[in-house]
């Protein structure tokens, strides 16, 4: 006989991913993530995409993004508020699920806060593998805000950058950021201009949070044989790039409808050629052809990622034996008796209870 | 100065929602659902409607139904597996989010099945106190599976409903539902077919779950003064009624676009003529115009209900304190400051940190 299937939502908290963090260590999480995500990236076809959903106001906006394949789906919860931090609130806060597709139940419910950050680095650490010129070991970081650790550590560990070459225009987030990272091997270097810090980088990460169309990176910071990780250009509106730097670059993306409407390249007519980062890991498509080329991964983040991140951070919960059962969906003995929950309250009622009438009685009276 | 505002996440399960039931007693929840709903509908124009977005797979079907106005966020994860219940599972499970819009803010998360069984009666409720027979005191219910408790009490305890004629193919489901009710005040009538249950009735509800384009009623079951409530059918490909018995009526709908898609109005040509159940109920419409119209509701689901559903739980969760505060967001004293999180594991390294360099520095050499 078969064993009736248990409907159980592990629950993963802020603190569970942190503990794997500190379990594991950030190293072993990004290279295990960077892992997943290319596993997932190379089975590109299986998985039904769409455009995230987004309602937006006035302030900010509140997104879903759902992806699947035969086996599993996914979706995250994420918001954008840039005027967040006023009020001492993250500009961004997520969460998200991991479903069973055969049967629908949600198995697994994780904090995604702290998971996209990691994600998102392990995600430009991808493509700067494929991207960046191997003996790169500099990379400038313009914007010191929430990501900017996760980015330097990220390239510190799966590209062996050495020096991270600082810029933000709020030193307050350079000094936390030197804070957080002084006891790692990474060399910081504190520069007092964008184009101070991107002098001589082998990569420049652009990260900055205004909800603008800025120019962080013009074509004169440009120079032969970088790569540039574009992060920070993620919505309509909201870029880091000048248009000028993009005609310079070999353009890849990770979804290209979604980079066409969210990224850097939504300044760009329709026809500007970018090539999607799933061929260049498939070896369909030349990722950097020389030592010359300026390369640009143009990253909005994209639902693929999510589902790689929890697929991750599930497998390791389970392995650590973290998290925990929530009943977000309730176990019934009979599927057709929902009411079964509640029902000692029908118990309320004091009349006596008729006893079911047949309509075959009725009919013969 | 303005306090810190908290990142909290209250989360209501399975035996929360059971326990506000026991508590306030089933027809206080009815009846205040059904308030919360007719609120929410006579703010139509407030919301920034869409439609629910869906992964299709072999066996069923995932779901996100998001809604928002300019206060609150609402989205409900729902699946739809028609063939669950062969492997003992239900065949639609869910929960949702109530976010704060102005920073994103994802402050209630609940259970939503128990929750979704409750607002669909008491939607069907709301919408017979416009459209049915203000008489009526029987009612047919055909389809005796999970929702059918839910819409027996609804129609007993919101429009004075004292019998109730049962039918559905699997006798089983009947008797669990005579069980579950008979400590109510309700008079249960078995029937052999739908025809004898239908027969007389002032309402007629179908709620049906076979994944089928069904036509459970056809337009020879139809008496004058009739009102029905289609519930089951609500995805394509999965209707109960026969055209003709739309033809006949008068019909009402939640969400048009949604409903020209997923009701049993998927069948009719796109001008058939429809209102909206808003309109009715802002009085820009009629409901039911005299004792012998028939009147039809084909009931889909709304995400809008499900935004009253959760603002409900939300309140009376708060009213009796029930619920718990579950990590899903991490609380920073710094938002620039997400590292600080797992800040520890970077002490791992036991190399000697250097000082940061200066651009200066180095521009001096």
Redesign the interface.
Known sequence: M?L??L?QTQ?L???DV?SI??KI??KTVFTRMAEYIREDYLRWHDF?K?AR?A????????E?M???D?KS?A?K?V???PK??I?????V?A?G?L?D??????EFLS?L??ST?LRTAAMSAVAAQELARPDSKTMALIG????S??QA?AFHYLLGIEEI?LFDT?P??TE???A?????????????SIA??VRGADIVTTVTADKTNAAILTAGHIEPGMHINGVGGDCPGKTELHADVLHRSEVFVEYEPQTRIEGDLQHLPADFEVTELWQVLARQAPGRRDADQITLFDSVGFALQDYSALRFMRDAARELGLGQV?????E?V????????????????T?P??R?????I??AV
């Not at 010191?144 to 990501?147: E, F, K, L, R, Y």
């Open positions: 078969k009736p299937q409907v629950f908290s802020v603190q942190a963090i500190h260590g950030l039904e769409c959903v309602n937006h106001s006035k302030d900010g906006v509140i879903l759902p992806i699947s035969a789906y979706f919860y918001n954008g508020h967040n931090t009020n001492g609130l993250p500009c806060m969460f699920v479903a597709v055969a049967t629908g139940i949600p904090e806060t702290l950050a010191n805000g929430a990501q650790e996760f550590l070459r709020d307050k987030a936390k950021l030197i957080n990272l002084k006891s790692t091997a990474l060399r910081l270097t504190v520069c007092s101070e810090a929530v009943s977000l969906i309730p019934l009979n599927p057709k008796d929902l009411f079964v929950l509640i029902h000692p309250e029908t118990q309320e009622t009349e209870s008729p079911p009438n047949f309509c075959a009725l009919a």
